[in-house]
């Protein structure tokens, strides 16, 4: 079945500092790929949706220029979190409309701390 | 009113019995409807997906949606510790494809 590969599954970082997370599809081709944000006991925020060679599109406040989506092949889908601070502290999942599938699959999320 | 209200519990039920979920939504142009099963720490896994009203099968697991009421259900029979999970109803939007998530039901069996 349609599987996209998530990376980093944890990463902890220093206040100021950008991390990137990355999502690939493995054995499809991802056109729009969905970015979620989850907090603890809390439902998925969905945060932009990118399609393949376009601007990702952003939810109503959140910020373009904190949350870089680059969405630069069919295949990959990375998130770059720019300065980060401990309110970014979170579970990020990314999210692949699959062709022909109802259904959405998704990322094994990434747990980002910022310290 | 939020688009997809589900009460997040949490629900406790011993091993083996029938588990209900559920939820409401408020745009009675929804017509695409899922459930997802997520582990903690794990990204949302897909159960179930419903289009229109009645009832939909696949082994232990029943989703059945009211559009007359706009209640979404997602039955679990025989529930096992294994399924010890978060469940997250959603709706998927027009044509912007877009996936709106209930709060997610906290469920345990216990053995």
């Known amino acids: 079945g349609a599987v996209v590969s998530q990376h980093p599954s944890w990463v902890i970082c220093k206040s100021g500092t950008s991390v990137k997370i990355e999502c690939r599809s493995l054995?499809?081709?991802?056109?729009?790929m969905f970015w979620y944000r989850q907090f603890p006991k809390q439902s998925l925020m969905l945060m932009a949706t990118s399609n393949e060679g376009s601007k990702a599109t952003y939810e109503q406040g959140v910020e373009k220029d904190k949350f870089l989506i680059n969405h630069a092949s069919l295949t990959l889908s990375t998130l770059t979190v720019t300065s980060a601070h401990p309110e970014d502290s979170s579970f990020y999942i990314c999210s692949a409309r699959v062709q022909g599938v109802y259904g959405y699959t998704f990322g094994s999320g990434t747990r980002l701390t910022v310290v | 009113q939020k688009e997809v209200e589900q009460d997040p519990g949490p629900l406790s039920v011993p091993e083996g019995a029938i588990v209900s979920l559920n939820c409401t939504y408020s745009n009675s142009a929804f017509q695409y409807f899922m459930w997802y099963r997520q582990y903690s720490r794990k990204g949302p896994e897909l159960l179930m997906y419903t289009y229109s009203s009645g009832n939909k099968e696949d082994g232990r697991f029943t989703a059945q949606v009211d559009k007359s009421s706009k209640y979404i259900s997602l039955f679990i029979r025989d529930s096992q510790p294994s399924d010890s999970a978060t469940y997250l109803c959603a709706r998927k939007g027009g044509s912007n494809y877009k996936l709106t998530f209930g709060k997610g039901t906290l469920l345990t069996v216990n053995p």
């Open positions: 054995d499809f081709q991802a056109t729009t």
